[in-house]
């Protein structure tokens, strides 16, 4: 399996940017997908999560209302789609799979991307 997320990139606040991550598990289309960040000197904690067929996502509080996670089974392919951006949102952004799980939850998954970095400028 793996992750390759892109999209990072230096924004100033209030701005957006859309990150993509690209698949190659098998299993995608039967995985539910996450997105994670870790600020600098930080742990890396659950931003957003989607089931694995797009139906149910759902959100780390302080992202709720300009995040959004989104996904395209056939092209084996993941978004964030950043709004609003707020300094504070700095941070590595990887994306994650939970391998053959409908549904990951916070902490419920197997693989990890490299990452992008997102730094957000006030």
């Known amino acids: 399996v793996q992750l390759q997320a892109s999209g990072g990139g230096l924004v100033q606040a209030g701005g957006s940017l859309r990150l993509s991550c690209a698949a190659s598990a098998r299993t995608f289309s039967r995985s539910a997908m996450g997105w994670f960040r870790q600020a600098p000197g930080k742990d890396r904690k659950f931003v957003a999560g989607?089931?694995?067929?797009?139906?149910?996502?759902y959100y780390e509080d302080s992202v709720k209302g300009r995040f959004t996670i989104s996904r395209d089974n056939a092209k084996k392919m993941v978004y964030l789609q950043m709004n609003s951006l707020k300094p504070e949102d700095t941070a590595v952004y990887y994306c994650a799979l939970a391998a053959g799980r409908l549904y990951g939850g916070t902490q419920g998954y197997d693989y990890w991307g490299q990452g992008t970095l997102v730094t957000v400028s006030s």
């Open positions: 989607i089931t694995w067929d797009g139906g149910h996502t």
